[in-house]
């Protein structure tokens, strides 16, 4: 499929457009708890031990994800000369931005050039694949490795010349799916094609012989690893790598991330605003063009590669939003076709809405900015006055252009709003946040009062952001009794822990403890003490 130059031009302009908001101020701010230390924690400790095989953490085996995600750090990391929240977080940003370009290669496949590019649009200013394309998580890169198996699927099986090539490098795809999070993939990816090739009634397709092929490479890529982290990691390893990190998951036995079936039907709407508002048009599309016949299959393959996967992960027990993250490329091309039809009514509708929330929500932040109503943090009262600015302006703009029936020139609008408040996302309310969201000022604070000292305990619940900013070994304390006995060790003994917990420990250990410094750690306080007396 030849592209030309007026596209070319646009999809660039979407891609320049994502990159800037992936990687603006990238490094501006440290790691969030409560999940995203974890990842340059074990990077950390794997490059310190030069270990390219097991993950590692506090001195441990990191069994709940494979290893993808920790060489793409640490490859970051020699690249660069060092790990920080940079190099760490390179990765899922460079994959975002191929995502949003893999996003509109599809997207044109399926529906056309401009149908991909406002795909692809959608995409990258989806809340979501935005905040996954910032944050050193898994869950983007998984995204982006699923979307690229299912992209050349469909290339191989549209396209005969080019079908032994395309599922090589969909099985490659896979594969680094499956190293990046898990067997999960296979279920995604399978399900999808699965269905799909059941809808157009082509199941027999899945004993080609170019097929089957690409099961060897798949399993030339993935076994290795698992065979040699498994017999270097011991039996304890591998039965949380392969059984309880993902039966155990599914079943929710041994994740704390339980949710009712109905969870997604509530974070998808927040997690693609305002694209969400398009939703119900985009659906009423796909029927419309499964009805006529004219473009059955390729609402097919949207409707293989999204109902499946969100009817399976809704009966999963454990569940975030985050998790949802690989259908949405789908979603966006459903959106971006939907915008890109004739169908005025429902995309007028949902733009005039999109265009009223945001001159509502630039309202709200006007009065805010202006100092009506308390807030824990005064600070972020400035940056609202901007992002009230860029709200109302282009609520405003979204309105007349609806009105005046320039329906491409009110969508482009909505884009121009979103990505305004992404970018003062980016420069100003993330750094501004940091204080409270990481756990990097404490750790200077404790850094400077360990002095020489090797470890330091934590009571309650670990947290690997401790390990990483601190760069010392955390001994993990779950009882009273096991605090009582840290205490009479003949060392020097330090202790963090939440300051709920300080206040209720029993006279006999709080007379024990000096407070050394105090912080907030995401929605969490924590005290950092030293004991007084010696043993």
């Given amino acids: 499929m030849i592209v030309n130059r007026r596209a070319l031009l646009g999809v660039g302009g979407v891609l ?6 992936f990687f603006t101020a990238l490094g501006r701010r440290g790691f969030w708890e409560p999940d995203e230390p974890t990842f340059p924690a074990v990077a950390q400790e794997m490059r310190a031990a030069n270990e390219w095989v097991l993950p590692l953490l506090n001195g441990g085996l990191y069994s709940e994800k494979p290893i993808l995600n920790y060489w793409l750090m640490l490859a970051s990391a020699r690249v660069f000369g060092r790990l920080d929240e940079w190099t760490a977080r390179l990765p899922a940003a460079l994959l975002g931005v191929l995502g949003v370009c893999l996003t509109w290669i599809l997207g044109r ?26 944050f050193a998580y898994t869950d983007g890169p998984f995204a982006v490795f699923v979307l690229a198996s299912l992209v050349l699927f469909h290339r191989g099986w549209s396209d005969e010349h080019r079908r032994g090539v395309s599922y090589a490098l969909a099985w490659l795809a896979l594969g680094l799916a499956v190293l990046t999070k898990g067997p999960l993939a296979l279920v995604l990816v399978g399900l999808t094609v699965v269905t799909f090739l059941a809808i157009v009634r082509d199941v027999r397709h899945l004993l080609r012989f170019d097929f089957l092929v690409g099961v060897l490479l798949f399993a030339a890529i993935v076994v290795p690893w698992y065979v040699i982290a498994c017999h270097r990691g011991g039996p304890q390893f591998t039965e949380d790598l392969l059984v309880r990190q993902n039966f155990g998951r599914f079943s929710g036995e041994t994740d704390s991330h339980r949710q009712p079936p109905w969870f997604y039907l509530g974070t998808l709407p927040v997690d693609l605003f305002p694209w969400s508002l398009f939703l119900p048009g985009a659906v009423w599309q796909l029927a419309r063009e499964w009805r006529s016949g004219g473009r059955r299959r390729e609402a097919a393959f949207l409707v293989a590669a999204t109902v499946p996967a ?3 992960l809704s009966i999963t027990s454990s569940k975030q939003g985050k998790y949802l993250l690989p259908i949405y490329p789908m979603i ?9 039809s004739v169908a005025a ?9 999109a265009g009223g929330t945001l001159a509502l929500a ?17 600070e972020f009262r400035p940056i609202a006055a901007i992002a009230a600015v860029i709200a109302l302006a282009g609520g405003i703009a979204i309105l007349a252009l609806v009105r005046a029936r320039r329906h491409l020139g009110a969508t482009l609008a909505l884009a121009a709003a979103v990505g305004g408040i992404f970018f003062v996302l980016d420069v100003a309310v993330f750094p ?16 400077a009062r360990l002095g020489g000292a090797p470890e330091f305990a934590i009571y309650g619940n670990y947290r690997e952001g401790f390990s990483y900013y601190t760069r010392r070994h955390i001994v993990e304390l779950k009882q009273e009794s096991a605090l009582a006995s840290y205490l009479d060790r003949p060392e020097r003994a330090f202790v963090v822990m939440r300051d709920e917990a300080w206040s209720k420990l029993p006279p006999t250990l709080t007379r024990r403890l000096q407070l050394l410094a105090e912080g907030d750690v995401g929605s969490k306080s924590y005290v950092f003490l030293g004991r007084l007396d010696t043993p």
């Fill in 109 to 134: 496949r399926l529906f056309g050039e401009r149908a991909g590019i406002l795909g692809a649009l959608v995409i990258a200013l989806t809340p979501l694949w935005f905040q996954m394309s910032r």
């Fill in 432 to 447: 501004t946040l940091d204080p409270y969201k990481s756990p990097k000022p404490l750790c200077d604070r404790i850094v």
């Fill in 345 to 353: 009514r429902w995309r007028a509708g949902a733009t005039l809405l």
């Fill in 310 to 312: 969100f009817l399976f």
């Fill in 332 to 340: 966006a091309i459903a959106i971006g076709a939907h915008l890109d």
């Fill in 16 to 21: 320049v457009l994502a990159a800037i908001l």
């Fill in 362 to 378: 630039g309202i709200a932040g006007a009065l805010f900015a202006a100092g009506v109503g308390r807030v824990p943090y005064d």
